[in-house]
């Protein structure tokens, strides 16, 4: 299948400071990428969809202010958690849909702690 | 999108096949069925997908009820490294979102 990476892998940051995730299609072009979220022994959440050029779309509950989401070409996506606090220590993971493909290739995931 | 009902956790023995249900009996007609699959820490993995036929790939088999209302996911020799947990999820092709469920944990036993 089509490889999808993030970086970093982990990252460890104090309370109030930023964090962004990067989120790269290694061998396809990605028009459609999403972000999720996924908390110890739970699903993976939806928090977001982000189309090439355009602004990205949040799910219901999900502060787009928080969770700033840049989608700047058919590569590369960016997830900022702006003023990081404890509760949003998670496990958070993209993927990534080449136009008119049918599978969503998903990267290894970044764990985020916020301590 | 359409619910998907799988079971919370299974069992099964190396080397058998392993049997995975999916419900979703509020299908649309334009809706396909994915099986994704996560290990422990790891994002997760494509299997396979289908619309109405039975689908076979080098990894799984998804054998679809003429109904389309319910789905089964077969790993036809499982190996320890298939335990994971299996997600079943319905989206329409001009849909985009891919909503995970509460999937089935699958346990390969030695």
């Known amino acids: 299948g089509a490889v999808v990476s993030q970086h970093p892998s982990w990252v460890i940051c104090k309370s109030g400071t930023s964090v962004k995730i990067e989120c790269r299609s290694l061998d396809f072009q990605a028009t459609t990428m999403f972000w999720y979220r996924q908390f110890p022994k739970q699903s993976l959440m939806l928090m977001a969809t982000s189309n090439e050029g355009s602004k990205a779309t949040y799910e219901q509950g999900v502060e787009k202010d928080k969770f700033l989401i840049n989608h700047a070409s058919l590569t590369l996506s960016t997830l900022t958690v702006t003023s990081a606090h404890p509760e949003d220590s998670s496990f958070y993971i993209c993927?990534?849909?080449?136009?008119?493909?049918?599978?969503?290739?998903f990267g290894q995931g970044t764990r985020l702690t916020v301590v | 999108d359409a619910k998907t009902t799988q079971p919370t956790s299974m069992d099964c023995a190396e080397g058998r096949a392993a049997n995975l249900p999916c419900n979703h009996s509020t299908i649309s007609g334009n809706e396909y069925v994915y099986w994704y699959r996560q290990i422990h820490s790891q994002g997760p993995q494509y299997i396979i997908h289908?619309?109405?036929n039975n689908e076979t790939n080098e990894m799984a088999s998804l054998i679809i009820t003429e109904d389309r209302k319910s789905s089964t996911l077969i790993l036809p020799h499982a190996t320890l490294r298939d335990t994971a947990v299996y997600y079943c999820i319905v989206r329409a092709y001009t849909g985009n979102q891919f909503y995970f469920g509460t999937g089935t944990s699958l346990t390969v036993i030695p």
């Open positions: 289908g619309l109405k």
């Open positions: 993927s990534a849909l080449a136009q008119g493909g049918r599978e969503a290739f």
